[in-house]
């Protein structure tokens, strides 16, 4: 296995299937450019005589489009940015955290992690999309699914006041589980 010595940045990505990481390499004598998704090499050029510029690529089950910016900074120093759906990697993660809950939980000596992406209701669970079923209760709504034969219910409630919209919280074998900052 090739040494990665031209190795010049990683980026940690948390989408809905899971957190990938993304390596680039950039080889500035030869040109050469590197993308690795989660170990896998996703695009490798050699000798390429314009040093700066992008490459793009997908991350994820979703496809989700990420593109590495490649800038001259000064001399023979290079900035490289992770874009994700056309945002900055923070800005990206800034909003995503207004769109998906996430939770991070233990069960029989196996970790999960679970992902409600509240646009569409869905939920993912190490980078399976879930099988649900929806419920309105009295004072909001519950999405029921299971986990490693645990019952886990995604419960939905007004908090009441308009900045704060809807609650999610997850129930796993009656117990609640905290939502995790990622």
Avoid at 40 to 50: A, G, L, N, S, V
Avoid at 106 to 130: A, F, H, I, P
Avoid at 146 to 152: A, E, L, N, W
């Amino acid at each position: 296995l090739e040494k990665m010595t031209d190795l010049v940045a990683v980026w940690e990505v948390a989408l809905s299937d899971g957190v990938h990481k993304i390596e680039f390499e950039h080889g500035t004598t030869s040109g050469k450019r590197v993308v690795y998704v989660d170990g896998k090499e996703e695009i490798r050029k050699e000798w390429m005589f314009k040093l700066v510029g992008k490459e793009t690529f997908t991350v994820g089950a979703s496809k989700t489009k990420a593109t590495i910016n490649i800038d001259a900074v000064s001399g023979f120093a290079y900035e490289y940015t992770l874009e994700i759906n056309g945002k900055s990697l923070k800005k990206y993660m800034e909003n995503r955290s207004k769109t998906t809950n996430t939770w991070v939980l233990s069960l029989g000596g196996t970790d999960y992690r679970v992902v409600l992406e509240k646009d569409t209701m869905d939920v993912w669970c190490n980078g399976q999309k879930m099988e649900t079923a929806g419920e309105f209760v009295e004072d909001g709504t519950e999405t029921h699914f299971s986990v490693g034969g645990h019952s886990c219910c995604i419960k939905a409630v007004s908090s009441g006041k308009r900045k704060e919209g809807i609650i999610h919280t997850l129930i796993v074998d009656d117990r609640e589980i905290p939502e995790a900052v990622e």
